[in-house]
């Protein structure tokens, strides 16, 4: 583990001191405070912290959806100055238009942009192939179980070639069973073609199956706590992860930091959460997980 959030190989993406504020001083909130990482090329890099500390505006800042209020942010050494189809974004809510087929759903994106319908329909069959909706091409969304339609959703980012993909909870909201079929899907389709990808999540079991490298965010105005590298080789079982020594290593070490800043959050609530938290701290010691 380090505190260091810009060590590595070649950085695809890179915050510089990035503070983020919504509203006018002296009432401003700050939701990002001083955040500084990189994430590497070709690399998963996996973005996990409580609900509500700033994960999701963090994204959006990646994505040039939004600007930040101080600090730089870069993309393969370019300023992000705005959105970009090669900054693809797969959202928690279903982005599918209901109006469209699977397939039409899927090629959406090559045809906005004017490709040959020849060239970007044989990458489509192929995507639906690979994501197990071949026999659904002509299906529309609300035909669609929510694991198809979570699947619609990445062969639609895929199909595009972005050189980054920012994932925020795609997963959230779908049933365990679903969500481990997901999980196996989109780590394979990671493992057979490699590309930066980052992936926000709150679930520690779902970050440390995904993750080459893992950023522990604080506590808002959110940052990056600590880098943890997750040197575990793939491919991946995700029955079996957990039974190895190194993978259970690092869930403790991320579960701890992310155990402090929960308390951090619970404390800031009022004066008699902070007096219960200090309480329990001097009964119960130190942490033990």
């Not at 489509?124 to 699947?151: C, D, H, I, N, T």
Request: aromatic letters at 8%; glycine letters at 8%; a positive charge.
């Amino acid at each position: 583990m380090t505190n260091e959030a810009t060590t590595g190989g070649t950085s695809a993406i890179e915050l510089r001191n990035v503070h983020k504020s919504y509203g006018t001083a002296p009432f401003a909130t700050e939701v990002v405070h001083d955040c500084s990482f990189t994430a590497e090329a070709n690399r998963l890099t996996v973005m996990i912290g409580p609900s509500g500390v700033g994960k999701s505006t963090l994204i959006r800042l990646i994505a040039g959806f939004e600007k930040p209020t101080r600090g730089e942010i870069l993309f393969h050494g370019q300023p992000v100055t705005g959105p970009a189809h090669d900054r693809l974004v797969v959202f928690q809510e279903s982005a599918l238009f209901p109006w469209m087929t699977t397939e039409q759903n899927v090629l959406y994106g090559p045809q906005a942009r004017g490709e040959p319908r020849a060239e970007s329909g044989g990458q489509v069959g192929a995507l639906l192939e690979k994501v197990g909706l071949a026999g659904f091409r002509r299906r529309y969304p609300g035909q669609l179980s929510g694991g198809m339609q979570r699947r619609a959703e990445l062969a639609r980012a895929l199909v595009n070639r972005p050189k980054l993909m920012i994932l925020d909870e795609p997963f959230r909201g779908l049933d365990a069973m679903t969500k481990r079929l997901m999980l196996g899907y989109y780590a394979q389709l990671f493992e057979d073609a490699p590309r930066t990808n980052l992936f926000v999540t709150t679930d520690i079991d779902e970050a440390i199956f995904l993750a080459d490298r893992l950023l522990v965010m604080s506590h808002i105005p959110t940052k990056v706590r600590a880098v943890i590298e997750v040197d575990l080789p793939r491919p991946r079982d995700l029955t079996a992860i957990f039974r190895d020594d190194r993978a259970n290593a690092i869930k403790m070490q991320a579960l701890s930091l992310l155990h402090e800043e929960a308390m951090k959050a619970f404390a800031s609530g009022s004066k008699a959460a902070a007096d219960f938290i200090e309480a329990y701290r001097t009964r119960l010691g130190p942490l033990q997980i």
